[in-house]
């Protein structure tokens, strides 16, 4: 079974700093692994994708993930954080192998938190 | 004007109530998706369509019941609403995308709080 796992319920950074937002993931085949962000009482939008190629996956607002097939880790990050960037982020994850029905899994989300 | 919007935005019921939310895109795609989120939880499938004649169950369909009147519309029924159906309930789409659509990002309408007392 695939799952995703966001290990921080929330991560808290000083504007200005690099951020890290952690995300595993667990599949039995080859995946396909997204992050998305909910600002308050807005529905989920789509930040980046990994499909294939390049580990490093550059996305909107400036922020990039990084896949790491060894580690099962697709980490979101942001060199300069802005207070705006506050919302919630979920990773998710597909497994390429699971043919044309496969289905998005999310992680349980990770609150980050930008202090000016 | 949201390319998908749902109705309503929000709603407060009694148990045993049936709810209907709805949801419509102009989007143009073929694939909707229902999904319940609750803190700490993420989100969790519900119910998915890949067109107007394909309805699949998620992982928890139990208590609920879908329909796709046409490929634009895709709603939500609780047949009687209980309050562990309190939730924010998000409607979603997808392109068919590369590799089959699997690599297809979702586009998700702004949610539809549901509070069953």
């Known amino acids: 079974a695939q799952s995703v796992a966001q290990p921080e319920d929330q991560v808290n950074v000083a504007e200005g700093n690099p951020l890290t937002v952690k995300c595993t993931y667990s599949v039995s085949g080859n995946p396909y692994l997204f992050w998305y962000v909910q600002y308050p009482n807005r529905g989920l939008q789509f930040l980046l994708k990994?499909?294939?190629?390049?580990?490093l996956v550059k996305g909107s607002y400036g922020f990039e993930a990084e896949f790491n097939k060894s580690q099962t880790s697709f980490h979101l990050k942001k060199p300069s954080a802005l207070v705006s960037d506050s919302a919630l982020y979920f990773c998710?994850?597909?497994?390429?192998?699971?043919?044309?029905?496969?289905?998005?899994?999310f992680g349980q989300g990770t609150t980050l938190q930008v202090k000016p | 004007d949201a390319d998908v919007t749902q109705t309503p935005r929000n709603r407060i019921t009694k148990t045993g109530k049936r709810i209907m939310l709805e949801c419509s895109q102009t989007?143009?795609?073929?694939?909707m998706y229902w999904y319940r989120q609750d803190p700490g939880l993420g989100l969790r499938l519900i119910y998915y369509?890949?067109?107007?004649?394909?309805?699949n169950k998620g992982e928890i369909s139990d208590g609920y019941s879908v329909s796709r009147q046409a490929q634009a519309k895709f709603s939500l029924s609780l047949e009687s609403a209980i309050p562990n159906q309190t939730a924010l309930y998000f409607c979603a789409t997808s392109d068919g995308g590369l590799a089959g659509g699997l690599a297809g990002e979702l586009f998700f309408g702004e949610g539809s709080r549901l509070t069953v007392l």
């Open positions: 989007k143009g795609h073929d694939r």
């Open positions: 990994y499909i294939t190629g390049d580990n």
């Open positions: 369509s890949f067109d107007v004649k394909d309805i």
């Open positions: 998710a994850v597909r497994d390429r192998g699971s043919g044309n029905t496969g289905k998005l899994i």
